[in-house]
């Protein structure tokens, strides 16, 4: 999904350095980006524990960081929002890739006259992903 967005930024035809993908493990890359001097600013979505150590080498450098840990995405839907097409969009993005992405909407947030209507939703659009056998074809 990132190579992808990287090709439609670079179709953009952006100037050089506006955006740049980066690929690589989290101890080699992502410690080379954080403590290297041309870089201004590391953002992560992961662990506390991984970002207490980008912390520690993006703040020796005295580099702005923006850290997500730990924590939850939240998928917020404002009133004014088609509340069951929200709603599907979001369990669709909870079950893909069996839940195993940083950023996946795991917390619906609705305002509460929407709350009964959401669960309802939710529990149906959720009801038609079906566990199976993850050796079955």
Same mark, same amino acid.
């Given at each position: 999904?990132?190579? +992808? ?5 670079? &179709? $953009? ?7 740049? @993908? ?9 410690? #080379? @980006?954080? /403590? ?6 590391? *953002?992560?979505? &992961? %662990?506390? #524990?991984? &970002?207490?150590?980008?912390?520690? %080498? #993006? ?8 850290? /997500? +840990?730990?924590?939850? *995405?939240?998928?917020?839907? +404002? ?12 369990? $669709? ?9 940083? %950023?996946?909407?795991?917390? @619906? @947030? ?9 669960? /309802? +939703?939710? $529990? ?12 079955? $074809?």
């Amino acid at each position: 999904m990132a190579q +992808l967005f990287a090709e439609v930024v670079a &179709g $953009a035809e952006l100037p050089a350095g506006v955006f740049n @993908l980066v690929t690589g493990l989290g101890p080699v890359a992502g410690q #080379a @980006l954080a /403590e290297h001097p041309g870089v201004d600013l590391v *953002s992560f979505t &992961g %662990s506390t #524990a991984v &970002g207490r150590r980008i912390g520690a %080498s #993006a703040g020796a450098a005295v580099k702005r960081v923006a850290l /997500e +840990l730990g924590g939850k *995405s939240a998928n917020i839907v +404002l009133p004014g929002a088609d509340l069951t097409r929200a709603v599907k969009v979001g369990v $669709a993005n909870v079950m893909a890739n069996a839940g195993q992405t940083c %950023s996946v909407w795991t917390r @619906l @947030l609705v305002h509460a006259d929407q709350y009964e209507e959401a669960v /309802e +939703l939710a $529990a149906a659009a959720a009801a038609k992903y079906v566990p199976g056998d993850p050796r079955d $074809a």
